[in-house]
């Protein structure tokens, strides 16, 4: 059976890049009726945290990448977390095999200078050794190379002698990460090993280990990193780069997902939900090609995604990511009146690609106090035209009986007939006056949305507000 994995490092928040990794590895495992595992690599004590590993799960989990095996989860095996492997002498218990088989030994340094071995010995004694002033160390044979067969960049060779002895359990005890990702993908019998090239140096020592300790190694496929603009790795200079991030400023986990899958395998389509491609997935359709991270790209795709979204589905996900960010209140008022939101939201999605963007849009139907942009008051409420134009809106409103969008229309442009003031200050007057913005959904809908009462109600606010605006200037 195939089994791939994913196994982050709880010191940070989840990368997208990690995301692209653990993405093409669920897909193929789900593609073969295989299983997809979790595992936390955990052993950078000083920086890893329970609370980064909760939130990897979390955002994993948003992001729709469920695991047959993991810290929660467990199967076959007992151990999820390299420390739990560790705590149980797991990894010294290989080392010292190796060490007993003459392929490592104990590298003892000076207490003075921590880079210069003084002794390399098969065995500990109180005489030869301090506290913390060892490490085990694997033996390189010079000779021959290593060859292997990358799925993606196919054969590769590295020359042994270019290769000297190296750490694998260090003088605090832990495990370095070349000898435990063996160890672990070993006993967790792994038999797929899809991760970024930044990893391709790591294989060479790898298979050494694998070597020494008589084992088959899985298969190695090494993708292409994603990368900045200047076409470096991606990283917080480009761009926040965390799920988190995404998830907060209001992206949808399909839309993120999409995006990422688009970044390195070859698909007939654009936009599509990645659980309908799996039968469609194979490791022959991952491009070898570098691939640049286009934040504008991102948001088209996942805007293309939230507009194809049932508007009662949407509601649902808008109210989910209100909860998220901690804006109950917003959450509350929609709840209130789910008809009136669905209404809101269903006129507001064609301008926005983000939940962000449809808070931003949606928001001022909500609320009794219009917060009105500085760029609507300098250039319409301090003119001298806005007072009688208002006036004669809210006469026109008060006895329209026609709330469609033709019939809100009919009296916008019966009162721009009038010429008060030009067509255009007319109609940004009006969708100012009502929203408090001069960017909106489109003004008939929105007048249509809003009703009577609440268009009545906001032109009589901006009326005073004009009218002391004027007073205060005399």
Known sequence: MIRCRFAPSPTGHLHVGGVRTALFNWLYARSNSGKFILRIEDTDIERSTGAFEE???????????????????KGMNTFYRQSERNEKG????????????????????????????????????????????????????????IVFNDLLKGE?????????????????????????????????EITHVIRGEDHLSNTPRQLMIYDLLGWDPPEFMHIPLILGHDRSPLS??????????FRKEGYLNKGLMNYLALLGWTVDEEIFDFKDKINEFSLNSISNKPVIFDYEKLEWV???????????DLLIEYGNWLKFIGNTDMYNKMTDDQSYAKNVIDICKPKVNTLMQLYEFSSSFFTNELDFEDKFVEKFLKKEWIIPLLERAIERFDNNNDWSIKGTEKVVRDLAEERITSKKNTFQSIRGAVTGRLVTSGLFETLSVLGKTRVLDRLNNTLDMAEQLQEDEK
């Open 55 to 73: 939130q990897i799960l979390m955002s994993l989990r948003w992001c729709g990448l469920d695991w047959d095996e993991g810290p929660d989860i």
């Open 302 to 312: 996942n805007g293309k995604q939230l507009r194809e979204m049932k508007i009662s």
């Open 236 to 245: 917080k200079r480009h761009g926040h780069t965390s799920v988190e991030f």
């Open 156 to 188: 590769m060779s590295f020359r042994k002698d270019t290769f000297n002895d190296f750490v694998i359990m260090k003088s605090n005890g832990l495990p370095t990460y070349n000898f435990a990702v063996v160890i672990d993908d070993h006993l967790m």
């Open 90 to 145: 797991i990894y010294l218990h290989y080392a010292e095999k190796l060490i007993d088989e003459g392929y490592a030994y104990y590298a003892i340094y000076d207490p003075n200078d921590k880079s210069k071995i003084v002794k390399k010995t098969s065995s500990i004694t109180d005489d030869n050794y301090n506290d913390n002033n060892y490490t085990i160390n694997l033996k390189c044979n010079k000779s021959g190379e």
